[in-house]
């Protein structure tokens, strides 16, 4: 929908225009075709969702895609929280277009991301004006934006999963963005997948479903 950013796209189960969307950010290496797979799933839960799955910005020569660099032998943390800022405006502008040729709100906007996508999907949701119907985060962590909770900010349900076996990215960082989140007064909901490491286990992804079709009747 954006002339910086593609890939591949779904239409409304129910055959009719859109009245909804869910934006699939993918993770470090992958591209849209992975996190498109989850459209089926949800299906049932939001059928008039229009379903797009968008390359992150910049590819990398091993193939796949990043939101942003990562210094794997240095900084981890400073490269993440540096990226997450810098892939913020593309991401907005993607949204913007998106809204402006579909005429989606962004209240009925669903965003989802897993790992370096779920960074993307908290940050970029956290830091818009309008109020998104939802956030849902795979095995991420949260970058605070500027102004984050401050007095009269857009608030959205948000939705955290996580393997406790997680060797790319801590559970912690999970935890962690649970706490942060209460205690600015976000409605948070958080789920542990016991036994799974850097994925997304049936468990979490029941967890997320209900956590849709909840705040799609809103």
């Given amino acids: 929908m954006s002339t910086k950013l593609s890939g591949p796209m779904l239409p ?3 055959g009719g225009a859109p009245d909804s969307a869910v934006v699939l950010l993918h993770g ?18 939001l059928p008039g969702a229009l379903f797009v799955s968008p390359n992150a910005p910049t590819a990398l020569g091993m193939g796949g895609f990043q939101w942003f660099a990562i210094d794997w032998t240095g900084d981890r943390l400073a490269s993440r929280q540096t990226g997450v ?8 502008g993607f949204l913007e277009d998106l809204w402006a040729q579909t005429g ?12 370096q996508g779920a960074m993307m999907a908290l940050h970029v949701g ?3 004006p309008q109020e998104l119907m ?15 909770g401050a007095p009269g900010s857009a608030k959205p349900a948000i939705c955290l999963v996580h393997g406790d076996m997680d060797e790319v990215v801590d559970p912690n960082l999970s935890a962690d963005a649970k706490r942060l989140l209460a205690e600015n007064g976000y409605d948070v909901r958080f789920h542990i997948s016991h036994g799974v490491g ?6 979490g992804l029941a967890f997320a479903s209900e956590f849709i079709a909840e705040v799609a009747k809103k």
């Fill in 85 to 92: 800022i810098s892939a913020q405006p593309v991401l907005v």
């Fill in 104 to 115: 989606i709100a962004p209240e009925r906007t669903l965003l989802a991301g897993f790992s």
């Fill in 198 to 203: 850097h994925g997304i286990a049936p468990d």
């Fill in 134 to 148: 939802g956030i849902v985060a795979f095995s991420g962590a949260l970058v605070p934006p500027e102004g984050f």
């Fill in 28 to 45: 470090y290496g992958s591209d849209g075709n992975d996190l498109i797979g989850l459209a089926p799933h949800w299906h049932g839960i």
């Fill in 126 to 128: 956290l830091s818009l």
């Fill in 12 to 14: 409304p189960a129910n």
